[in-house]
């Protein structure tokens, strides 16, 4: 049982994995008392952890996301572009499955999806990092040096901050680094507890010609980024004041900081500022394992950032993923003039089934984000368009009608690898004046909660006679103010039959325009579903682990629970190759 | 009339009873943070119980709490292993056998990552590893088919020690 703090829309995905004590150890299930076996009573054995084969954990593998070949790994550092080759630098333990031991590990990649596994490019080998080299950001110099700020923690557990840098800028690999030995360059201040003081951001350029990072922290509950400044990177000042603060919000990590155009698509270096640009601050928050988003301006005189709406400052309003994500970070590609994001993407299975297959972790396909300047109070956030070259033939379905209460079945050759696009067109736009108040809906449950308009969407991962399935939905409602909400859902509690799985729906709203249909577009790649509803305005990642629906057992489904409409459903459907993620052909340079 | 002696310094009565009236700053450590915890009782006289309760550090009744889960997790492996050799029935043996592996693994992949996180700060590890460490407690338990196992104080131990360290963890995020 966890605090009730740490519930959050019911519970905490990162660590609600134990099932309910009071129903384990030591009390006897009914009617063994009057006489019958407890062998007759399946629901013992089932919490035992599922008798997982050697296939069903391959399954689970995917094939063209990037993860290591094995062991833990968790949020992504210092992405950054650089003669030619994109660069992953991640937190990874080399000797287990599990949290622990940490190094940065290192992949290259000309595309960002045929990724290259290189050699572990820093392990804690000095005194200001021995505790683990933990999470950073790259800033790239006008000048061509890179800069690379990472937090370091020290025998004595404090948390510092270290400079490294390539060791030969000529290496387009960027394999060896460097760290500068008079780190650390930056300590806690006083004030500021030696345990909550993490993971620079990339640095911008001030006014002034100084350059700003953030470091996340919190005071008491209020979560907040520090700002400091330097002209070399070796020597840093404090600012007098925050970026931002946010009361009971707890420990922000991984704050990232970055601006967006607001008139046009195209991504913006991190140090610009004018007319025309927002600002986005972005926190983890440690207490809920959820990452939010706020949109605002930043005023780099006073160095501070105001949100658009305070009502949905950082922490308490937007999330970058409704789902299984954590620990997000950005860069400028400056090779194509995108704004790009990376998000970790944590198990749902227990940590023993990670021990046994030998496994923990993926990342995201990265995502190209912009400002949406057509609800102008989001981001969007859309695949990047190379993982397109991974797609292979396609099968179109139009307006296939699905009926109120139906399910239909779409016939594809294969469905783990899939790339969708999926339009939904409500039949009679009169239904929507005719919903009643009494279905107002605020979150997204179980998409076996019906009512007037859904829900309705695909079954993912679904086995034919639908002993599990994945359903990815919407669900219009009527909110509590009468106007019409719609939600945007994936419903993990059947994803699987085993019952060590943490299973939840996850979900939230969706802004959707007059004149739009229900659009959405999924990634499925084995164990994880990315899907993105309304071209990238809400989105969600999901991981499943069937036992049932793997292989050619698995299939895909249009599905309707809605009581008062049909709907009807066009498609475009591309089976997607593998990645063929290895490790760089260093001995054959 | 003789002074009084140097070494004897004389309190004041208000003195005195301002001493008596002072909890000691560890005990009120343990009772705040057991309180925040699903077992305080257990919580408390675990603590108590060990020379380093008396620290002034969260994250210290962390770790020391991690050390019982270890120390369990041990002695219930070499119970389990007694047992195992006293030819046990098929289906205590499965049990048996799956808990063995279960304590075996608590010991080498949950432990030292909750001490790792502890001590460095990143709590939310220590979270996720405890809780999984309990929860396999609970389900080595469940697998001798609902009457009371032959470890079952073993069992009950470590899952209240898991899921207290994992509480205490959960405090200090």
């Known amino acids: 049982m966890t605090p009730a703090k740490n519930d959050h829309r019911g519970s905490d995905p990162l660590t609600s994995k134990a099932t309910s004590f009071s129903e384990d150890a030591g009390r006897l299930p009914t009617g063994v008392s009057q006489g019958v076996s407890a062998k007759s009573y399946p629901s013992v054995r089932d919490r035992l952890s599922y008798n997982w084969t050697n296939a069903m954990f391959s399954w689970q593998r995917t094939a063209y996301h990037f993860q290591p070949e094995k062991n833990w790994m968790n949020d992504p550092d210092g992405p950054l572009y650089y003669m030619g080759w994109y660069h992953l630098f991640y937190q990874y333990n080399p000797d287990s499955a599990v949290w622990g031991n940490i190094t940065w590990g290192h992949a290259v990649s000309r595309d960002l999806i045929h990724w290259f596994y290189l050699p572990l490019a820093m392990v804690p080998d000095r005194w200001f990092d021995a505790g683990g080299v933990w999470t950073g950001s790259a800033t790239l110099l006008p000048d061509g040096r890179i800069v690379m700020l990472y937090t370091g923690d020290t025998e004595e557990s404090i948390q510092i901050q270290n400079l490294a840098y390539p060791a030969n800028l000529s290496d387009p690999l960027l394999l060896e680094w460097v760290k500068y030995p008079d780190n650390p360059v930056i300590v806690p201040p006083a004030g500021i507890d030696p345990e909550e003081f993490r993971d620079p951001t990339t640095a911008w350029i001030g006014p002034n010609g100084t350059w700003r990072l953030l470091i996340g922290t919190k005071v008491n509950d209020t979560g907040m980024a520090l700002i400091y400044e330097t002209t070399n990177f070796t020597t840093y000042e404090a600012a007098p004041g925050v970026l931002h603060a946010v009361n009971g919000t707890g420990m922000w990590e991984c704050v990232d900081f970055y601006p967006v155009s607001t008139n046009s698509s195209e991504g913006l270096e991190t140090s610009v500022v004018g007319p025309g640009v927002k600002h986005v601050l972005k926190a983890s928050l440690d207490d809920l394992k959820m990452d939010y988003y706020a949109i605002g301006t930043y005023d780099p005189v006073s160095d501070t950032w105001t949100p658009d709406d305070p009502e949905a400052d950082v922490g308490i309003g937007l999330l970058v993923d409704y789902g299984r994500y954590y620990a997000s970070k950005t860069f400028f590609d400056q090779n194509t003039g995108r704004r790009i994001l990376w998000g970790w993407i944590n198990e749902t299975d227990t940590d023993y089934d990670d021990l046994a297959k030998g496994w923990a972790s993926v990342q995201t396909i990265p995502r190209v984000v912009t400002f949406d300047n057509k609800t102008g109070s989001n981001i969007l956030e859309w695949p990047v368009e190379e993982v397109e070259k991974l797609r292979l033939n396609r099968t179109k379905f139009d307006d296939v009608l699905v009926e109120a209460g139906s399910v239909v079945a779409l016939n594809i050759s294969s469905a783990m690898q899939l790339d969708i696009s999926v339009e939904f067109e409500i039949e009679g736009s009169d239904a929507l004046e005719a919903l009643e108040e009494s279905e107002a809906i605020i979150e997204c449950a179980t998409a076996q909660n019906r009512s007037t308009l859904g829900p309705f969407g695909l079954l993912v991962l679904a086995d034919e006679s639908l002993s599990e399935l994945t359903p990815i939905y919407f669900h219009i409602a009527k909110s509590t103010n009468g106007s019409l909400t719609t939600l945007f859902c994936a419903d993990e509690t059947r994803s699987t039959k085993a019952s060590e799985v943490f299973k939840k729906v996850y979900g939230g709203p969706v802004p959707v325009l007059d004149d739009e249909k229900f659009t959405m577009r999924l990634l499925v790649d084995h164990s994880i579903i990315e899907s993105f509803a309304q071209g990238g305005r809400t989105v969600i990642t999901s991981r499943v682990y069937p036992t049932e629906a793997i292989y050619g057992a698995a299939k895909l489904f249009l599905f309707n629970n809605a009581t008062g409409v049909n709907v009807t459903a066009s498609l475009e459907i591309w089976q997607m190759n593998s990645a063929f993620i290895h490790p760089f052909p260093l001995d054959e340079m | ?173």
Not at chain 2, 50 to 78: C, E, H, Q, W, Y
Not at chain 2, 80 to 91: A, E
Not at chain 2, 131 to 160: L, V
Request: aromatic share 6%; glycine share 6%.
């Open chain 2, 1 to 173: 009339m003789k002074k009084t002696p140097m070494p004897f310094t004389l309190l004041s009565f208000a003195q005195l009873l301002l001493i008596a009236a002072l909890p000691s700053a560890s005990a009120d450590l343990i009772d705040d943070t057991c309180k925040k915890t699903p077992y305080p009782d257990f919580c408390v006289t675990a603590l108590r119980s060990d020379p380093r309760g008396s620290t002034t550090d969260t994250p210290t009744l962390g770790l020391i709490m991690v050390d019982f889960v270890d120390k369990n997790a041990k002695s219930t492996g070499t119970k389990i292993d007694d047992l195992l050799g006293k030819s046990p029935d098929p289906g205590t043996r499965q049990a048996l056998t799956s808990c063995q592996e279960s304590y075996g693994i608590i010991s080498s992949s949950m432990v030292p990552p909750s001490k790792e996180s502890l001590t460095k700060g990143d709590y939310k590890f220590a979270v996720q590893y405890m809780n999984a460490a309990a929860d396999s407690a609970s389900k080595c338990e469940a697998g001798f088919g609902g009457s009371k196992s032959p470890i079952y104080d073993s069992n009950i131990y470590e899952r209240n020690a898991a899921t207290v360290a994992s509480a205490i963890a959960s405090s200090l995020l």
